[in-house]
Structure formats: structure tokens, C-alpha cells
């Protein structure tokens, strides 16, 4: 291909403003017991060392073996609001479903279940629970879960984010 005759329609009218991962939805479009997963990760000392840098957790639990082991671990325990970030909704394709009807994360919470330790393969997913409209916007309630390699629940919890019903 050499010259513009050559190239396909398509990318001459390329417009990367509606470039979308997959096509995207209103708070109107979703519904209650759908799942959005994020890929696996599996977590490692060096994933371990960056959140405690910028945490500034310094806690020994968290990077000293002979600590963590006199404590009763195995090994040091990933900080737990490190493994929560693993719930964030940007982990999952969630965002790319809404695309611009979102307005904001308005609230997290969670209960820390297992130990995680450097390792450990995460896998998360939110499922929304609860749809609640609110005039021109909607909350989406959502339970984010994380397991680990082993099939156990390490984390649970809920996230609310407030969506535009109409795009």
C-alpha cells in the first residue's frame, strides 16, 4: 500500500474519540448480577516494595520474614489496602462499559478474609448488586471480591458509584 487508493475506508474516517474497547453503556443498560473481572495477577516482592513506598507503611509485618514468622505468618503479609486496590474498577473492563456516564466513586468497603503473601495469584470481579436511580443519575452497587490461587475468598466488599442515566 502505497498510496491513499490502497488504504481501506475505514482509516481514513479513523476518529479516535470513538475508539471503545467494547460498546458503552448507560446506568439504564446495566443490570443487577452482572460480573466485571479483571485478569489475574500474581502479586510479587517487588509489587510488595513499590506500595510500601509510596503507603509509607512501614510496618515489619509487611517486609521482614523473622517478624512476620515470629508473629505467626508465613511470610509477610501484602498490605491489605494494596490488596484492596486490586478491586478498583479500572482492574476490570467496568469503565469501558460506561463509558463517559460516570461521575464518580463514591464509596469502598471491605473485609480483609486470608492472608496474602508474595506469590499469591489474585483474581478479582465486581458483580453489581444494586441499582438504585436518582432522577438524572443512578448509584451502581457493586460486590468486589478477590480470591486467590487456592479458590479462597481473601476479600470482600462493596463499592457504590454514582452514573449519568443517559450519555
Known amino acids: 500500500m502505497n498510496s491513499t487508493i490502497d488504504i481501506p475506508e475505514t482509516a481514513q474516517t479513523f476518529d479516535p474519540t470513538n475508539f471503545t474497547v467494547v460498546p458503552a453503556r448507560t446506568f439504564d443498560d446495566l443490570r443487577v448480577g452482572e460480573i466485571f473481572r479483571a485478569p489475574s495477577r500474581t502479586l510479587t ?5 513499590a506500595f510500601q513506598a509510596v503507603s509509607a507503611d512501614n510496618h515489619p509485618i509487611h517486609y ?7 508473629h505467626g505468618h508465613t ?3 501484602v ?3 494494596q490488596v484492596l486496590a486490586f478491586t478498583a474498577p479500572g482492574a476490570t473492563l467496568f469503565p469501558q462499559y ?6 464518580s466513586f463514591t464509596e ?3 473485609k480483609f478474609l486470608k492472608e496474602v503473601h508474595a506469590g499469591d495469584t489474585l483474581y478479582s470481579a465486581l458483580e453489581i448488586i444494586a441499582l438504585a436511580p436518582q432522577g438524572d443519575s443512578g448509584q451502581v452497587t457493586t460486590r468486589a471480591t478477590i480470591h486467590n490461587q487456592r ?6 466488599g462493596e463499592h457504590k458509584y454514582l452514573l449519568r442515566r443517559h450519555a
Open 79 to 81: 498490605h491489605g489496602l
Open 98 to 103: 460506561i463509558g463517559d456516564v460516570f461521575i
Open 45 to 49: 516482592d517487588a509489587h510488595a516494595t
Open 108 to 110: 469502598a468497603s471491605c
Open 151 to 156: 479458590g479462597e475468598l481473601v476479600l470482600t
Open 64 to 70: 521482614d520474614v523473622e517478624y512476620a514468622q515470629r
Open 75 to 77: 511470610a509477610p503479609v
